[in-house]
T-cell receptor, first 110, second 113 residues
């Protein structure tokens, strides 16, 4: 079946350090979306990438879509305590549904 | 603006009891609707999605069912709950089309005892 793998599962970083989470699919994606879920909350949409090799930035967050449209990454520069949560990628394989990655739970050590 | 309502927020049910979770969307028409389940500390598993009234696609065989009696209403049901049905149930909507982001409700935390 169509799956999206995400690593690492957990990441603990000192406040101010950088953080990166990676997503991989065995088949080509139509697009990929990223979501953030705060502890006890629901996932909130961050961004969508559609084009091969696309790079988008939101303040300290940088999102990349691979050239083959099979992988993606989210990089946070100089993490802050407000970045705590679980980050999910979600891939679309050309239909009306999204397949979510397993998520990366980010904790910040003050 | 669009809003999504999901209730109840928490629910404790005995094994073998029925279940009905409701989700409604306001401020948009003909949305795609989704039910996801999230086990504690885990990812999101797509259970059902619907692209229109009466159109339900099931992703995972289980003792749950979904219905869409109205354009902006999505219901998740079970006749007899199992312990393994415990989890965080999330309803979401999106506009029609492959590139539309999902907007989630606040979720229902279900504990089956």
């Amino acid at each position: 079946g169509q799956q999206v793998m995400q690593i690492p599962q957990y990441q603990h970083v000192q406040e101010g350090e950088d953080f990166t989470t990676y997503c991989n699919s065995s088949t080509t994606l139509s697009n990929i979306q990223w979501y953030k879920q705060r502890p006890g909350g629901h996932p909130v949409f961050l961004i969508q990438l559609v084009k091969s090799g696309e790079v988008k930035k939101q303040k300290r967050l940088t999102f990349q879509f691979g050239e083959a449209k099979k992988n993606s990454s989210l990089h946070i520069t100089a993490t802050q305590t407000t970045d705590v949560g679980t980050y999910f990628c979600a891939g679309n394989f050309g239909n009306e549904k999204l397949t979510f990655g397993t998520g990366t739970r980010l904790t910040i050590i003050p | 603006s669009q809003t999504i309502h999901q209730w109840p927020a928490t629910l404790v049910q005995p094994v073998g009891s029925p279940l009905s979770l409701e989700c409604t969307v306001e401020g948009t028409s003909n949305p795609n609707l989704y039910w996801y389940r999230q086990a504690a500390g885990r990812g999101l598993q797509l259970l059902f999605y619907s692209v229109g009234i009466g159109q339900i696609s099931s992703e995972v065989p289980q003792n749950l069912s979904a219905s869409r009696p109205q354009d902006r209403q999505f219901i998740l049901s079970s006749k007899k709950l199992l312990l393994s049905d415990s989890g965080f149930y999330l309803c979401a909507w999106s506009r029609q089309g492959q590139t539309s982001p999902l907007h989630f409700g606040n979720g229902t935390r279900l504990t089956v005892t």
